[in-house]
C-alpha cells in the first residue's frame, strides 16, 4: 500500500521522527489519517486471504506460514493469495 508507505514517510521526515513516533502519536486515533490508513490495509489483507475479522488472525498467519514452509521445503510454488488491481 504505497499510499500508507508515503504518508508514513512523509510524516516522519516533517517531524523529524524515528519510525515509531507516528504510531506513538497517531495510531490509537481513529481519526488520524495513519489508523485510516491501516484500516484499509488490514481490510485488504482480510480480502486477499478470505479472512473474516472475528476469526484469530495470528492463528491463522501461523497456520499459513507453516504450510508455506512446508511447500517450500518441498521444493513447491509458493505464491501470494491474490493481488490489488
Same mark, same amino acid.
Given at each position: 500500500?504505497?499510499?500508507? =508507505? *508515503?504518508?508514513?514517510? *512523509? !510524516?516522519?521526515? /516533517?517531524? =523529524?521522527?524515528?519510525?515509531?513516533?507516528? %504510531? #506513538?502519536? %497517531?495510531?490509537?486515533?481513529?481519526?488520524?489519517? !495513519?489508523? &485510516? %490508513?491501516?484500516?484499509?490495509?488490514?481490510?485488504?489483507?482480510? &480480502?486477499? %486471504?478470505?479472512? &473474516?475479522a472475528?476469526?484469530?488472525? !495470528?492463528? #491463522?498467519?501461523?497456520?499459513? =506460514?507453516?504450510? !508455506?514452509?512446508?511447500?517450500?521445503? /518441498?521444493?513447491? &510454488? +509458493? +505464491?501470494?493469495?491474490? /493481488?490489488?488491481?
Open positions: 500500500m504505497t499510499t500508507l =508507505n *508515503d504518508y508514513h514517510n *512523509d !510524516l516522519m521526515l /516533517a517531524s =523529524n521522527w524515528g519510525i515509531t513516533d507516528p %504510531y #506513538n502519536a %497517531y495510531y490509537h486515533e481513529q481519526a488520524s489519517q !495513519l489508523a &485510516k %490508513y491501516h484500516h484499509a490495509l488490514d481490510a485488504l489483507v482480510l &480480502k486477499a %486471504y478470505d479472512w &473474516k472475528s476469526e484469530d488472525i !495470528l492463528r #491463522n498467519l501461523l497456520d499459513l =506460514n507453516l504450510e !508455506l514452509a512446508e511447500r517450500e521445503a /518441498a521444493v513447491e &510454488k +509458493v +505464491v501470494g493469495p491474490w /493481488a490489488p488491481a
